[in-house]
T-cell receptor, first 114, second 114 residues
Framework: DTEVTQTPKHLVMGMTNKKSLKCEQH?????MYWYKQKAKKPPELMFV???????INESVPSRFSPECPNSSLLNLHLHALQPEDSALYLC?????????????FGDGTRLSIL | DAKTTQPPSMDCAEGRAANLPCNHS???????VYWYRQIHSQGPQYIIH???NNETNEMASLIITEDRKSSTLILPHATLRDTAVYYC???????????????FGTGTRLKVLA
């Protein structure tokens, strides 16, 4: 069982839809991450939040919009996605972005764009 | 850019030790090495990490060479449940935003054989 909970587990959406992915952790972690993983590839970092502020944006297209409403929640808002955006979206958290504490990952949302 | 090199696949007999190598020849002094594994349809699971010294926990041992240019993850008694993709990750030193980030390698697909 993972301590980082992601919902929904699966999502199918059209290119004109707006949807959101949700991530929640109750470990008191102050850093949260979004990754994108294509089939048979390693995860690629998208965004990092530190103390609820956006710390890293890895040049992600604006059709992906992250939001961190509080220290336990991380959302990823999706709008006008393309078929190539179909992937597994992983959320992770760590105690903070410094130090050497490991990141804890959720099991991801599998997104399919029609 | 990937900072780690791993063999794409390995087999190991059940009950034997699995030794997974990783090269990180460009690692710098403050960069930690982390190991994660990913079982199909799940998020990456933290295994172990280290800086210079060898490390051991209930899951595995991590052997880092003295020059720190390579490391080996050892699963002492592999079971069928250890079949997964194993990622060796160098955590980049603090970025200009003050945030650390992982760079995943391409991973080793370990198959444990009955």
């Amino acid at each position: 069982d993972t301590e980082v909970t992601q919902t929904p587990k699966h999502l199918v959406m059209g290119m004109t839809n707006k949807k959101s992915l949700k991530c929640e952790q109750h470990m008191g972690h102050r850093a949260m991450y979004w990754y994108k993983q294509k089939a048979k590839k390693p995860p690629e970092l998208m965004f990092v939040y530190s103390y609820e502020k956006l710390s890293i944006n890895e040049s992600v297209p604006s059709r992906f919009s992250p939001e961190c409403p509080n220290s336990s929640l991380l959302n990823l808002h999706l709008h006008a996605l393309q078929p190539e955006d179909s992937a597994l979206y992983l959320c992770a958290s760590s105690a903070e972005t410094g130090g050497n504490q490991p990141q804890h990952f959720g099991d991801g949302t599998r997104l399919s764009i029609l | 850019d990937a900072k780690t090199t791993q063999p794409p696949s390995m087999d190991c007999a059940e009950g034997r030790a699995a030794n997974l190598p990783c090269n990180h020849s460009t690692i710098s002094g403050n960069e930690y090495v982390y190991w994660y594994r990913q079982i199909h349809s799940q998020g990456p699971q933290y295994i172990i990490h280290g800086l210079k010294n060898n490390e051991t926990n209930e899951m595995a041992s991590l052997i880092i060479t003295e020059d720190r240019k390579s490391s080996t993850l050892i699963l002492p008694h592999a079971t069928l449940r250890d079949t997964a993709v194993y990622y060796c990750i160098v955590r980049l030193s603090r970025t200009t935003s003050g945030t650390y980030k992982y760079i995943f390698g391409t991973g080793t697909r370990l198959k444990v054989l009955a």
